[in-house]
């Protein structure tokens, strides 16, 4: 079993930067691809990313794509999570996730393992 915990969100206005990062304790990192996903109030979790074991693949939401980058130093046993360009849209709570296969998918379900999220505030 892995425990997951996020860190690095905040309040930013838009046009801002945050990074944030998932650290895990309990089994090593690499045994996981990891995923990224918010959820803001009123809606469902949704997809941001997912990042393979090695860190050779990642694939994004669409709303993600350009604009924030996943990465992982499974040394430090870490993903993180650089978003650019913030917009108050972004405003949610953000999950870090594991799942066994070697990546995630964009299915909630599919993960094993969830942190307890890390609040994003974008101010217009």
């Known amino acids: 079993q892995v425990q997951l915990v996020e860190s690095g969100g905040g309040l930013v206005q838009a046009g801002g930067s945050l990074r944030l990062s998932c650290a895990a304790s309990?089994?090593?990192?690499?045994?996981?691809?990891m995923g990224w996903f918010r959820q803001a109030p009123g809606n469902e979790r949704e997809f941001v990313a997912t990042?393979?074991?090695?860190?050779?693949?990642?694939y994004y939401a669409g709303s993600a794509k350009g604009r924030f980058t996943v990465s992982r130093d499974n040394a430090k046993n870490t993903v993180y999570l650089q978003m650019e360009s913030l917009k108050p849209e972004d405003t949610a709570v953000y999950y870090c996730?594991?799942?066994?296969?070697?990546?995630?998918?964009?299915?909630?379900?599919?993960?094993?393992?969830w942190g307890q999220g890390t609040q994003v505030t974008v101010s217009s």
């Open positions: 996730a594991a799942d066994r296969k070697d990546i995630g998918t964009s299915l909630v379900s599919d993960y094993n393992y």
């Open positions: 309990g089994r090593t990192l690499s045994r996981y691809g």
């Open positions: 990042i393979s074991r090695s860190g050779d693949t990642t």
